[in-house]
């Protein structure tokens, strides 16, 4: 960055995939300079990898939600054309002692068709007649107007329903509990399909006829996985003249003179500063001139957990074809969940091996950052002899745990208004400062990588120099 450039300059914090896009837009305008600081000494924040049995393979994120453009244009934009979807979409529950398939046409977890929820044998045939009820009688009104998932769909389908299908899921995602999950944020669709329709089976069959189905893969990946993606961002940015400061954690902001915001311990004095943190990192940056923006921000709760990843030999451990399998919470296991990464990548991971990824821990469930790596591994690893029913006396071939404190922001009812005062507190009281991110408008890849864009988008229009305005 030439030192006579008098541009704007734009900070942002986090180089998370969020800040990253919002680095990556605002440089593309031309219109400001760009610095990134990032606390740790790496880019790509829950995008990462990790090294099994000499292979590099993604041990955060693995996959992008292919409907909405945000992702897939981030890749095109820097140069990654090979984008290819998980080979398999098949997946399990562990339920009573087996795995059994996921029934067809869920909606986010929530079934849109009593006859196939049945057939699954997921349920007991009580629990699968009680959910088919919701074709024909009138849903109880659900308080408030922001109810959970759990709410919703235990009055519509029944407690087990939710247990065994849709908290599995949905929860999973979230690493939250359905009662404890908007259903409005989480799940949009289903919210409206509930809040339109008698049946909530019915409402989403409607929704379904009423949209052109999009076609095409749901999820997407580069050949090679995410990292790729955080490799070439970070190489664009470089090269177009941003500034990535990592191993620079972000202390103190303090107004400064001419509206800038002095970002302490860089020695820089911005513009405008995004902050891409989560929200409780956030809570800290703004509470000493806007105590409503922090309290709001501290209520955000977040779930922690752990990602054991676990290769065998090919032959040792014979996985039944599909991307993996659920655990209800309700079966008190260790694992949430288990991602079959071979399977869905193949190509991927140590020649001659298969590759799992258990997930474990959840809002309610700290043991994936409490407990010792040792019975980490040994306890996903019984529960997968179990589960696949492997062999006595096979050992996984290498063993890595990752842990990821904090890491999923809950959207709790009462979300939306708890962000919007955040950010209207923070408009008033510290105007030079803007939040996006996971823990906002969506945690999703796709969604952070949207956030970036508006990020930028409205750091140029407050700065004045938005499209058709720059002399
Ligand atoms: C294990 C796991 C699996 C996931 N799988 C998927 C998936 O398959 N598909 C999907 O769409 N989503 C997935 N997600 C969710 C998604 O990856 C995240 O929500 C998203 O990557 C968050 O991006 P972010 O930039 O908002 O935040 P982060 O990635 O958390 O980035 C924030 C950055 O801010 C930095 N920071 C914090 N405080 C400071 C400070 N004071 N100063 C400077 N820097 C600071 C942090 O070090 C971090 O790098 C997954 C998440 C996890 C944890």
């Given at each position: ?93 562990w339920?009573?002692h087996r795995l ?233 296991r260790?694992l ?45 690893h019984a529960e997968l002899v179990e589960a696949l029913h492997l062999?006595s ?79």
């Amino acid at each position: 960055m030439p030192a006579d450039d008098d541009r704007p300059l734009v900070i942002v914090v986090g180089a998370g995939i969020t800040g990253l896009a919002t680095a990556w837009h605002l440089q593309r305008s031309g219109a400001v300079r760009v610095v990134v600081v990032e606390g740790s000494d790496r880019v790509g924040g829950k995008l990462s990898t990790a090294s099994i049995a000499g292979v590099e393979v993604d041990s955060g994120a693995d996959c992008f939600l292919a409907r909405v453009p945000w992702m897939t244009a981030l890749c095109l934009d820097v140069g990654i054309n090979d984008l290819t979807s998980p080979a398999t979409g098949t997946a399990y529950v562990w339920s009573g002692h087996r795995l059994r398939r996921l029934p067809e046409g869920l909606v986010l977890g929530v079934p849109t068709s009593a006859t196939a929820l049945a057939r699954s044998r997921l349920l007991s045939p009580g629990a699968s007649l009680r959910a088919a009820m919701d074709l024909v009688t009138r849903a109880a009104a659900v308080d408030g107007p922001d109810p959970s998932v759990g709410a919703v769909v235990a009055d519509r389908l029944g407690r087990r329903a939710l247990q065994q299908v849709v908290e599995p899921l949905l929860g999973g995602i979230h690493a939250g509990m359905a009662d404890r999950l908007s259903l409005r944020e989480v799940a949009p669709l289903v919210a409206d399909a509930a809040a339109g329709h008698r049946s909530l089976i019915r409402g989403l069959r409607a929704q379904r006829k009423a949209t052109t189905p999009a076609g095409g893969p749901v999820f997407l990946a580069p050949v090679g996985g995410m990292g790729r993606l955080v490799d070439r961002l970070h190489e664009h940015l470089l090269a177009d003249g941003a500034e990535i400061r990592t191993g620079t954690v972000v202390e103190k902001l303090t107004p400064a003179a001419g509206g800038r915001t002095s970002v302490f311990p860089t020695g820089l004095f911005a513009d405008h500063v995004v902050l891409t943190t989560p929200a409780f990192a956030a809570a800290q940056l703004v509470r000493p001139h806007t105590t409503g923006s922090a309290d709001a921000l501290d209520g955000i709760a977040y779930a922690s957990l752990a990602m054991v990843l676990l290769a065998y030999p090919t032959g040792d451990a014979p996985l039944p074809a599909g991307s993996g399998f659920l655990v209800p919470r309700t079966a008190g296991r260790l694992l949430t969940a288990a991602s079959f990464l071979t399977n869905k990548w193949p190509g991927t991971g140590p020649p001659g091996h298969v590759v799992v990824r258990c997930s474990i821990g959840h809002i309610a469930d700290d043991r994936g950052v409490t407990m010792a790596d040792a019975a980490l591994v040994d306890g996903a690893h019984a529960e997968l002899v179990e589960a696949l029913h492997l062999r006595s006396g096979v050992r996984p071939a290498d063993a890595v745990v990752v842990r990821w404190p904090r890491a999923f922001p809950q959207y709790e009812p009462g979300h939306r208004t708890r962000v919007e005062r955040a950010r209207n507190f923070l408009h008033a009281e510290l105007p030079d400062v803007s939040l996006a991110g996971a823990a906002y408008d969506g945690l999703g890849l796709a969604a952070c990588a949207r956030q970036g864009e508006e990020a930028a988008t409205q750091t140029l229009q407050k700065l004045g120099l938005e499209e058709g305005n720059r002399e």
